[in-house]
């Protein structure tokens, strides 16, 4: 894929533990400290002037990023710049505004306005900060799952924006209305749609990157379609050792996403991925 010579977006949060500035040793920490001498009896103001005096200047060890986790990090900004450039124009087009999110970098755990979450979660979407989270080691996981190469990544990070579509769009609210009124089996299914839609408007986005940018090498297509299947629910639960459930889906079969990112990819038109027409 290329992507180096782009544009990096201004919506990227690195929040990776130890990547950034040397931070000031205190703050928090010492008013902590000092509570818990306070508590055990201890002379609180002598230890106020000890840390003082030993703490001042004092800065934390910070870890450099590994030349792979820059790269990462750079391509990650380099994509999310190349979804504004697509979604921007389309919305204006629509006599909309698109309102660019942002995407966070973290590393193991992260607080979200939707709660909190860690690196096992995988990529997602918060729609009460309009944030995207990503931990960069997930990319290692799509590549043990079988779904290697830039452009495998890129439909990743395509489809979280794909869910900040959808929460500009009031889709996404929607389905969370609905889904507090049904059992959790059609609360489940209600997910799949909104999910295999964002696959499709990932699709989308990569159909006009291409038309655009001309960002698709050979063989990224292929490498999209593969990412696409590798997670699909189905594939996921035979993986791990359990019964496949469709019940318990909540993204959809690998051949569904297949299809309807494809559909996006091949069309690169937002009506064509209504996922939904089944169930009105």
Same mark, same amino acid.
């Given at each position: 894929?290329? /992507? #180096?010579?782009?544009r990096?977006?201004?919506?990227?949060?690195?929040? %990776?533990?130890?990547?950034?500035a040397?931070?000031?040793?205190?703050?928090?920490?010492?008013?902590?400290?000092?509570?818990v001498? /306070?508590?055990?009896?201890?002379? =609180?103001?002598?230890?106020l002037?000890?840390?003082?005096?030993n703490?001042?200047?004092t800065?934390?060890?910070?870890?450099?990023p590994?030349?792979?986790?820059q790269?990462?990090?750079?391509?990650?900004s380099?994509?999310?710049?190349?979804?504004?450039?697509? &979604?921007?124009?389309?919305?204006? =087009?629509?006599?909309?505004?698109?309102?660019?999110?942002?995407?966070v970098?973290f590393?193991?755990?992260?607080?979200?306005a939707?709660g909190?979450?860690?690196?096992?979660?995988?990529?997602?979407?918060c729609?009460?900060?309009? #944030?995207?989270?990503?931990?960069?080691?997930?990319?290692?996981?799509?590549r043990?799952?079988?779904?290697?190469?830039?452009?495998?990544?890129?439909?990743?990070?395509?489809?979280?924006?794909a869910?900040?579509?959808? +929460?500009l769009m009031?889709?996404s +609210?929607?389905?969370?209305?609905?889904?507090?009124?049904?059992?959790?089996?059609?609360?489940n299914?209600?997910?799949?749609?909104?999910e295999?839609?964002?696959?499709?408007?990932a699709g989308?986005?990569?159909?006009?990157a291409?038309k +655009?940018?001309?960002?698709?090498?050979?063989?990224?297509?292929?490498?999209?379609l593969?990412?696409?299947a590798?997670?699909?629910?189905?594939?996921?639960?035979? @993986?791990?050792?359990?019964?496949? +459930?469709?019940d318990?889906?909540?993204?959809?079969?690998?051949?569904?996403?297949?299809? &309807?990112? #494809?559909?996006?990819?091949?069309?690169?038109d @937002?009506? %064509?991925?209504?996922?939904?027409?089944?169930?009105?």
């Amino acid at each position: 894929m290329l /992507w #180096k010579s782009g544009r990096r977006s201004s919506n990227i949060e690195d929040r %990776r533990s130890g990547m950034g500035a040397p931070a000031k040793v205190g703050g928090i920490g010492l008013i902590l400290m000092l509570v818990v001498a /306070w508590l055990m009896g201890a002379d =609180t103001m002598q230890l106020l002037g000890i840390a003082g005096s030993n703490l001042a200047g004092t800065t934390m060890t910070v870890q450099q990023p590994t030349p792979e986790e820059q790269e990462d990090a750079d391509f990650v900004s380099a994509i999310v710049a190349q979804t504004e450039d697509v &979604w921007g124009p389309m919305f204006q =087009t629509a006599g909309r505004q698109y309102q660019e999110p942002s995407l966070v970098l973290f590393s193991e755990q992260i607080e979200s306005a939707c709660g909190y979450a860690s690196a096992a979660s995988g990529p997602f979407y918060c729609p009460a900060d309009q #944030k995207v989270y990503i931990d960069l080691s997930f990319f290692q996981e799509l590549r043990r799952l079988g779904a290697p190469g830039d452009f495998a990544r890129a439909y990743v990070i395509g489809h979280e924006i794909a869910h900040h579509v959808q +929460n500009l769009m009031g889709t996404s +609210n929607k389905v969370s209305r609905l889904q507090s009124q049904v059992s959790q089996a059609d609360s489940n299914a209600l997910s799949v749609l909104l999910e295999l839609q964002a696959d499709c408007y990932a699709g989308v986005w990569a159909h006009h990157a291409q038309k +655009n940018f001309n960002a698709l090498e050979a063989g990224d297509i292929e490498e999209g379609l593969q990412a696409a299947a590798s997670i699909g629910d189905d594939r996921l639960q035979r @993986m791990s050792g359990r019964r496949v +459930n469709p019940d318990a889906f909540t993204h959809g079969t690998s051949e569904q996403r297949v299809k &309807w990112f #494809k559909t996006g990819l091949q069309y690169g038109d @937002m009506n %064509r991925c209504d996922t939904f027409a089944s169930i009105r």
